[in-house]
């Protein structure tokens, strides 16, 4: 059977050159260089003002080449969600991992067994006496410690432990367990939302600080600086604020883990930045939408409709459909897409509503942006670094 | 730096042995042997039986491993969406390709041009004389000759001309561009829904044949027995029956092109399915649901929620939330999860609201089923052929 080239085979690869317009196969996703370093060197400033270490959460964007960034500007390590997740980020350079979730099954066990004997920095969190056994009948029995964090949870929340009974016994279970070393704090503030959020969060992280400070006064921890961990890319200020106020620094390591930051977004992220600057008018600078999709228009069927040559397999659509940014010819000026809207999206077509008199054709690209940036990187197996001329500077592998 | 096996860096991949419940790495998505045969067999079946030929929709899997199934079972070729995707299935051998899709862009042109070269019989549609001026230009320039059929759209649809003095123009062009051979009539039916419906098909199917005739009495097709295609998984029996009861076989080529029967699944086509079965009751055999998600139980933080490790990235939510299936645990017969709902799923969290009383404990593992399986294959770069005892018996890759 005849070969073709690896980059025929997947979907958003240069073919024929650099161009991202004229030489991509497209759908594309594409990330704007300028904006990707405007925001790594943002968020770690940020971290820094506030004496805090920055973990970016790498789930976003599985994107080995960005961690790599990540960790060149200052982070202090890479979270991740899963253990294939801890052996992608280790596989590439990253030596620190915080898996910010809870380490369940022999062979997910196995996999961060295999991390820890190749030297990985490694921990994960807890919330249950039974997960706490298995880890210790696992680890133990490969003569391997484990190091883990107490996931702190809020009621009606996701993970994490919801009482001070249910403290109490898993701290009793860990100090039980001799292949099982207990690192610190975690928590995740981001599912608190609705009203009296903001007083919320502060009083969640002041929960974490706490519970902290009453495990060290009572030697609970293994390390001599334990970890306190929280903040996603929605409510960070007010996490980095508390760790701050606490005067953390000489006794512990406050962690910081937002993700989506990276490359933040054109809708919720974008949002509820506005609400962080809005708290923290001092605050310099700003994080940049960095990705988009690029895609032709495929069909002109009817006056009003433009169909895209992009679904649901290429962008997200969770919580918000696809936002028409610009449309693109070779040689010519970009153009805003002004009153073009997005009525449906599918597996692989946009419906774009257009106005009647719409300058647009066959074969033009469109680019979109969206919220949440996480379930638009999972799309794609390559996402393309891009300068401000849409010449491809990189092609950087995912790997979810 | 040290290297790990591919297979510790890709979620859902057996680690330590064939077990699905023991060795591999959860999440994982599976697809069930007995049922995935039966799947094939029943759809080619049906084919054979309304003397049509039958190209599976390859985009819903994009997993050649299928393809090849399929292909040995009697399938006519393979249809596809996008250029790369034909490039997929030809490496892997199908080298009947129907990309049921406009072919826009140099790039993807230049990939479709590459098949051609190398021995594909490919053609793709088009609707309207923008698309085929480009095509005649990109592929004149090649010597090469494009096979296109001629897209017919529904009004408020999707792509595919709207009326006839769009389908005049259109074929007039063709006829004009000498590297674009007109060979066929194409569809989709998949978008009509709501009222009268079933009656919308079948009108929807009628003008299809209606048109495939005027144009072969007008002698403009290039090919000798022209293409007639439409049905996805949905709707299928009715242009099988439309496309039959016209006669079309001594003169033309009738192919049907479903994609989701391969694995069917737990909701939206079961439902699809007994529709089907109740316009034709003499209709033997079932599709079978044969593609189910597994994932661990990671907390069990209050009474009544167990927290799935299992997210967004691992099954469709869109157009149902996943589907609880059964509770399996190793050495134990498999346990009906009855009362038990899916509440919210996040990215990498499943939240699954259990009766109080209800037997499940961290490290036991779930399955779910989905609706509409395109959303779920596309979270995976490989997908598990098990067996009736969960053994593994082929890691299939999927090329997204």
């Given at each position: 059977?005849?070969?073709?080239?690896?980059?025929?085979?997947?979907?958003?690869?240069?073919?024929?050159?650099?161009?991202?317009?004229?030489?991509?196969?497209?759908?594309?996703?594409?990330?704007?260089?300028?904006?990707?370093?405007?925001?790594?060197?943002?968020?770690?400033?940020?971290?820094?003002?506030?004496?805090?270490?920055?973990?970016?959460?790498?789930?976003?964007?599985?994107?080995?080449?960005?961690?790599?960034?990540?960790?060149?500007?200052?982070?202090?390590?890479?979270?991740?969600?899963?253990?294939?997740?801890?052996?992608?980020?280790?596989?590439?350079?990253?030596?620190?991992?915080?898996?910010?979730?809870?380490?369940?099954?022999?062979?997910?066990?196995?996999?961060?067994?295999?991390?820890?004997?190749?030297?990985?920095?490694?921990?994960?969190?807890?919330?249950?006496?039974?997960?706490?056994?298995?880890?210790?009948?696992?680890?133990g029995a490969r003569d391997l410690t484990l190091n883990v964090l107490i996931e702190l949870?809020?009621?009606?929340?996701?993970?994490?432990?919801?009482?001070?009974?249910?403290?109490?016994?898993?701290?009793?279970?860990?100090?039980?367990?001799?292949?099982?070393?207990?690192?610190?704090?975690?928590?995740?503030?981001?599912?608190?939302?609705?009203?009296?959020?903001?007083?919320?969060?502060?009083?969640?992280?002041?929960?974490?600080?706490?519970?902290?400070?009453?495990?060290?006064?009572?030697?609970?921890?293994?390390?001599?600086?334990?970890?306190?961990?929280?903040?996603?890319?929605?409510?960070?200020?007010?996490?980095?604020?508390?760790?701050?106020?606490?005067?953390?620094?000489?006794?512990?390591?406050?962690?910081?883990?937002?993700?989506?930051?990276?490359?933040?977004?054109?809708?919720?992220?974008?949002?509820?930045?506005?609400?962080?600057?809005?708290?923290?008018?001092?605050?310099?600078?700003?994080?940049?939408?960095?990705?988009?999709?690029?895609?032709?228009?495929?069909?002109?069927?009817?006056?009003?409709?433009?169909?895209?040559?992009?679904?649901?397999?290429?962008?997200?659509?969770?919580?918000?459909?696809?936002?028409?940014?610009?449309?693109?010819?070779?040689?010519?000026?970009?153009?805003?897409?002004?009153?073009?809207?997005?009525?449906?999206?599918?597996?692989?077509?946009?419906?774009?509503?257009?106005?009647?008199?719409?300058?647009?054709?066959?074969?033009?690209?469109?680019?979109?942006?969206?919220?949440?940036?996480?379930?638009?990187?999972?799309?794609?197996?390559?996402?393309?670094?891009?300068?401000?001329?849409?010449?491809?500077?990189?092609?950087?592998?995912?790997?979810?």
């Amino acid at each position: 059977m005849m070969t073709l080239s690896a980059r025929h085979l997947e979907k958003g690869n240069p073919i024929t050159g650099p161009s991202l317009l004229e030489d991509v196969s497209l759908p594309a996703a594409v990330i704007f260089d300028a904006e990707l370093a405007n925001n790594i060197a943002w968020m770690q400033r940020f971290a820094d003002g506030h004496g805090a270490q920055l973990a970016p959460h790498g789930k976003t964007t599985m994107t080995p080449a960005l961690f790599r960034r990540q960790l060149d500007a200052g982070a202090w390590g890479v979270t991740l969600a899963t253990a294939t997740q801890c052996a992608v980020a280790f596989e590439h350079g990253a030596t620190r991992l915080l898996m910010a979730n809870q380490l369940v099954g022999a062979p997910n066990m196995a996999i961060v067994a295999g991390l820890i004997e190749r030297g990985a920095d490694y921990c994960c969190v807890v919330d249950s006496v039974a997960n706490v056994e298995a880890l210790d009948r696992f680890f133990g029995a490969r003569d391997l410690t484990l190091n883990v964090l107490i996931e702190l949870g809020v009621p009606g929340g996701r993970c994490g432990v919801r009482d001070e009974s249910a403290l109490a016994a898993l701290v009793d279970a860990i100090a039980a367990a001799p292949a099982v070393a207990l690192c610190g704090i975690e928590g995740y503030e981001g599912l608190i939302g609705g009203e009296h959020a903001v007083d919320r969060v502060r009083a969640y992280a002041r929960q974490l600080v706490a519970t902290l400070r009453r495990l060290m006064d009572a030697g609970a921890f293994a390390d001599r600086k334990p970890i306190v961990t929280a903040a996603g890319s929605q409510w960070f200020d007010l996490i980095a604020e508390a760790f701050d106020q606490a005067e953390l620094r000489e006794h512990c390591t406050p962690v910081l883990r937002p993700g989506c930051y990276v490359v933040h977004d054109h809708r919720s992220y974008r949002d509820a930045l506005a609400e962080v600057k809005a708290r923290h008018p001092e605050l310099e600078g700003n994080l940049q939408p960095a990705l988009a999709v690029f895609a032709h228009v495929q069909s002109l069927p009817e006056p009003g409709l433009a169909v895209v040559a992009m679904g649901k397999r290429d962008i997200s659509c969770d919580p918000d459909l696809p936002i028409p940014l610009q449309r693109h010819r070779p040689g010519e000026p970009a153009h805003p897409l002004r009153h073009c809207t997005v009525r449906k999206v599918m597996d692989q077509h946009t419906m774009l509503v257009i106005p009647e008199d719409a300058d647009l054709r066959i074969g033009d690209i469109v680019s979109f942006g969206a919220s949440h940036p996480c379930l638009t990187f999972d799309k794609w197996r390559q996402v393309l670094r891009v300068d401000d001329g849409l010449r491809v500077l990189e092609t950087m592998p995912t790997f979810f």
